[in-house]
């Protein structure tokens, strides 16, 4: 640990303009001016595209912002960073928007750089970024004292940081303050707040605080926003993407012979790439990338069977028994626990009344390790669903109606808790309360979660047979004290559809004056292939074939399982054979398309794809143009051969 840092090496302004970071690459140093505007939200999915996860080691140094968009084109290319020599990355508003993924930072880090500045940071980032031991700042005046190659005190980004998370960045990364921790050679601080009204995220979280790493001994009397914890975890997962990573990061850090701490309380899941081989292209094939991927799915079965944790693994067909964070909230959640994975969308589970969040990769090895977690507790935003959603309006409308509001769009849940609560949370199922909860990650919120209810003991029964009571403590005191309170007037909300690019881009339905043509219609993933959702695809399509609609030549329609148990409640309701009967190409369940790793990818620039999935990032789900909305408008959609609501749908007959 030092108390200052030097960092040698050129910075790279993110620009707008392409030609400002051509120049660059060129050899020119530009001034902060000259490289306005900088570009804003920088996803990850930019700064490491799917297929630049295939690997999980040093050679993701090679991509960062291969995918990064300026305009109309894509800058800097493999090596790049490298070649460059930068040390410093410069960027806009919400660097390290979209998934939770590590790669992205690991990325950064094993090209040269060595800090990020930019005006504001996603969570998620942030967090994987002070994990690996890459800095962040928002303070743009380090620019000129970087270049004059001033020593900068390490104060000057640990400032407003809880005592832990200051801890790890002072000891350069997560593994090297665990090291510290576990030897006893830290102290950790611990919250003395006495009681106090909490919100239910920092009820869960009081409950489940570490007081002891080595009795185990947990709980503190409250928590309050801001506090740094590490907390007990109920249930650790991983998928194909990351365990891999995961599993070197610890050789790397503590050794092949690591022991894990409760391996029957950590899940693995094949999910994300069962399908990549059907759609993956002859360019890319003949890159290797097909063999690269497929080390991914050997490592996890090594390590799983190493370590004798279990992996939910591919079906005989190749289909995935269950996209992880559906099968988590389907199998293994239950009110009142924390539940972490590597997947941005873990909030899923929030729909029970968990605590769950995503978190990279180093966070989740620590974990494997220790059982716990550490935690920043967020502020909560309340989100009150006042009267009910109108007949067919469902909660993916919900969502991307919310995604648009200024407040959200600007920011105002990044970093927070979002509890929903109002009336209309009575009228909407689990399943519908989970899209809620796991599109609090496109919200750039830590987590969203609902206060179990009848609903949830409903779900529990329904789904599991088990019986579990709601307990006296599960939900929001009266008096807690949350950051903000938004009212939404539930039936106001119509159809809903986001147009390309971005989840916020949302608009009402009927305002689109021309709803363009649509090529492909895409029903599933986690948002949108759930128990629910395919209920309202087979309604449109019940309605379509009994009044004699036939899809237009032009669509491919796409319907998908969340999980081999919606698969199973789908044929038990026989809705299978409406699917066939209408043309749909029915998939197994896993995150395909939405991950740009099965059918339903565009394979052209100019085809448009109205889909259920939750992100439409360019370039996530292939080159086309992808419109987000309900399960029923995707269905009412592929019978029009354009953007329809299934209200329009009915009208037009």
Not at 138 to 164: H, S, V
Request: charged share 20%.
């Amino acid at each position: 640990m030092t108390d200052s840092v030097t960092i040698r090496g050129r910075i790279l302004f993110l620009s707008e303009d392409p030609a400002a970071i051509q120049r660059q690459l060129a050899g020119e140093d530009l001034t902060l001016a000259q490289a306005q505007p900088l570009r804003n939200q920088v996803i990850t999915d930019e700064i490491t595209p799917g297929w630049v996860c295939y690997f999980f080691d040093a050679r993701l140094g090679d991509f960062p912002y291969v995918a990064l968009r300026c305009g109309e084109q894509y800058p800097l290319g493999e090596g790049s960073v490298k070649r460059g020599g930068f040390a410093v990355s410069v960027s806009g508003a919400r660097h390290g928007k979209g998934s939770s993924r590590e790669a992205s930072a690991y990325a950064e880090w094993c090209a040269g750089i060595r800090l990020v500045i930019a005006e504001s940071f996603e969570v998620h980032y942030q967090k994987n970024c002070q994990n690996l031991g890459l800095l962040t700042s928002t303070d743009f005046d380090l620019i000129p004292r970087l270049r004059r190659g001033e020593a900068i005190p390490l104060a000057e980004f640990t400032g407003g940081m809880d005592p832990i998370t200051r801890l790890i960045v002072e000891q350069g990364g997560l593994f090297a303050f665990n090291r510290a921790r576990l030897a006893g050679a830290l102290q950790i601080p611990l919250p003395t707040h006495g009681k106090r009204p909490m919100t239910l995220v920092e009820k869960i979280l009081a409950r489940n605080t570490v007081v002891d790493p080595v009795s185990g001994a947990l709980g503190v009397a409250s928590v309050r926003p801001g506090d740094g914890l590490f907390v007990n975890t109920h249930w650790r997962f991983s998928h194909e993407y990351v365990t891999p990573m995961a599993a070197s990061f610890l050789a790397q850090s503590v050794g092949d012979k690591v022991k894990l701490k409760d391996p029957e309380r950590i899940l693995a899941f094949r999910d994300h790439l069962n399908f990549l081989d059907r759609i993956m292209n002859e360019e890319r094939q003949s890159q290797g990338l097909l063999e690269v991927a497929h080390r991914l799915k050997h490592s996890q079965e090594a390590f799983c069977q190493r370590h004798n944790i279990r992996l939910i693994g591919e079906q005989p067909d190749g289909s995935a028994e269950g996209i992880c964070h559906a099968l988590m909230t389907e199998r293994f959640a239950m009110p009142g626990q924390v539940i972490v994975g590597t997947d941005s969308h873990t909030p899923h589970s929030g729909a029970l009344g968990a605590l769950a969040f995503g978190v990279g990769t180093t966070d989740i090895a620590n974990a494997f390790v220790t059982g716990d977690v550490r935690v920043t507790v967020p502020p909560t935003l309340r989100v009150r669903l006042n009267r009910r959603l109108q007949p067919g309006i469902s909660a993916k409308d919900l969502v991307l109606h919310l995604l648009r509001l200024p407040f959200l769009r600007e920011g105002g849940a990044t970093g927070h808790a979002i509890e929903y609560q109002g009336e209309a949370l009575a009228f909407l199922n689990t399943d519908e309360r989970a899209t809620l909860t796991n599109m609090a990650a496109e919200l750039g919120a830590f987590t969203g979660i609902v206060a179990p209810d009848s609903q949830t003991v409903r779900f529990l029964w329904e789904r599991r047979h088990s019986d579990v009571p709601i307990e006296d403590w599960m939900f929001s005191d009266p008096e807690a004290e949350f950051a903000h309170t938004l009212d939404i007037d539930c039936a106001e909300i119509t159809a809903m559809v986001a147009k390309p690019g971005d989840p916020g881009n949302g608009v009402e339905l009927r305002d689109l004056p021309e709803p363009p043509r649509v090529d492909l219609a895409y029903a599933g993933s986690c948002t949108g292939g759930k128990r629910e959702d395919l209920m309202r695809v087979h309604e449109v399509v019940r309605w379509a074939l009994d009044h004699n609609l036939t899809m237009p030549l032009h669509v491919q329609f796409f319907i998908q399982f969340g999980s081999e148990d919606v698969r199973r409640y789908a044929i038990q309701m026989g809705w299978i054979s409406a699917f066939e009967e209408a043309g749909a190409r029915i998939l197994g369940p896993g995150c395909g398309a939405c991950v740009n790793a099965g059918p339903g990818v565009s394979t052209r620039p100019d085809q448009v794809t109205v889909s259920a999935v939750n992100r439409n990032f360019p370039g996530r789900s292939g080159p086309g143009q992808v419109w987000l909305a309900s399960p029923a408008t995707v269905a009412a959609s592929a019978f029009a051969g354009r953007l329809c609501g299934f209200e329009e749908l009915i009208k037009n007959k």
